[in-house]
């Protein structure tokens, strides 16, 4: 079963605008992390949130914020003040305790000018 | 400066030969992993080590082979057995096998023909 869905395989946004990109996510268990990949073309894959199942407030660093709504299996980031170096694959992921990572499909960004 | 390496960044075989792809961490994590990324989708799991001497069968495993005899090391094998070889492959790293958070290489991209 697909544990985690990523509904826009593309998004554009305006420079300077924020975007958000979407993720739902099924599971049973309580105790879960949710993060948010970065993949430019270069291909290397760039941590950038990290969100755990019992912490009570979003999660942020910087430009990047997760909205993370447990009731909803919703785990959205959003991006604020778009750059154009933000154009890349974006992955939305979760570990359940003691398995494996999952991956959702991606969803393209680009930013325009 | 600690972290994940990949080499080569992009390798070609022929057909019927086997591969080995490297992946080597200084980040002194005992868990470590190897994903498959097809274009347009996702990462899947082909194998993980939680220790040295040990490892486990992820969701693709098959025509794959790994081992783990230094905990920096983790080399990937692409046997002749498998069917659709031609992917890019990454390689992570965690702290244990119980932490979420994973760390990337730079991947490999792999072409056979």
């Known amino acids: 079963a697909q544990k985690i869905t990523q509904t826009q395989p593309g998004m554009f946004v305006q420079e300077k605008e924020a975007v958000t990109l979407d993720c739902t996510y099924d599971?049973?268990?309580?105790?879960?992390?949710l993060f948010w990949y970065k993949q430019p073309s270069s291909g290397e894959m760039i941590f950038l949130i990290y969100q755990g199942s019992y912490d009570e407030q979003n999660a942020t660093e910087g430009r990047y914020s997760l909205n993370f709504q447990k009731a909803r299996k919703s785990a959205n980031l959003v991006i604020s003040a778009s750059q154009l170096g933000d154009s890349a694959m974006y992955f939305c992921?979760?570990?359940?305790?003691?398995?494996?990572?999952?991956f959702g499909a991606g969803t393209r960004l680009t930013v325009k000018p | 400066d600690g972290g994940i390496t990949q080499s080569p960044k992009y390798l070609f075989r022929k057909e019927g030969q086997n591969v080995t792809l490297s992946c080597e961490q200084n980040l002194n994590h005992d868990a470590m992993y190897w994903y498959r990324q097809d274009p347009g989708q996702g990462l899947r799991l082909i194998y993980y080590s939680q220790i040295v001497n040990d490892f486990q069968k992820g969701d693709i495993a098959e025509g794959y082979s790994v081992s783990r005899e230094k905990k920096e090391s983790f080399p990937l094998t692409v046997t002749s057995a498998q069917k659709n070889p031609t992917a890019f492959y990454l390689c992570?790293?965690?702290?244990?096998?119980?932490?979420?958070?994973?760390?990337f290489g730079p991947g490999t991209r792999l072409t056979v023909t």
């Open positions: 992921a979760m570990r359940e305790a003691y398995n494996d990572m999952r």
């Open positions: 599971t049973s268990d309580q105790s879960y992390g």
């Open positions: 992570a790293s965690s702290i244990d096998d119980r932490a979420y958070e994973q760390y």
